[in-house]
């Protein structure tokens, strides 16, 4: 069974940066494809970064290019999100994913293609 744990979250002003890390456990984290989603207060679970298991590919959601990084480290069985230029648009609660099943090296940006989630770290966003 794999366990995702979020840790980095909390509250920034307009403007300012966070790291979000990811730590796996209960598994072969380099077999694994990861993504990034977040949810604000009534809205959906949207993808926001993701990156394949070999951190060739990468993906931003329109709303995090240029801002965010997504990284990896595999030796440390951890996923990165560096958030930069922050705004009160991106207060949600973030989310890591992994993907179990990749076998071609690619990044996966639905929901439905991921098989574990973390329990999510709320980041605050003050105007």
């Known amino acids: 069974q794999v366990q995702l744990v979020e840790s980095g979250g909390g509250l920034v002003q307009a403007g300012g940066s966070l790291r979000l890390s990811c730590a796996a456990s209960?598994?072969?984290?380099?077999?694994?494809?990861m993504g990034w989603f977040r949810q604000a207060p009534g809205k959906e679970r949207d993808i926001v970064a993701a990156?394949?298991?070999?951190?060739?590919?990468?993906y931003y959601a329109v709303s995090a290019k240029g801002r965010f990084t997504i990284s990896r480290d595999n030796a440390k069985n951890t996923v990165y999100l560096e958030l930069n230029s922050l705004k009160y648009d991106d207060t949600a609660v973030y989310y890591c994913?992994?993907?179990?099943?990749?076998?071609?090296?690619?990044?996966?940006?639905?929901?439905?293609?991921?098989?574990?989630w973390g329990q999510g770290t709320q980041v605050t966003v003050s105007s």
């Open positions: 209960g598994g072969t984290f380099s077999r694994y494809a």
């Open positions: 994913a992994a993907n179990n099943y990749d076998a071609g090296g690619f990044y996966y940006t639905n929901i439905s293609q991921y098989d574990y």
């Open positions: 990156i394949s298991r070999d951190a060739i590919r990468t």
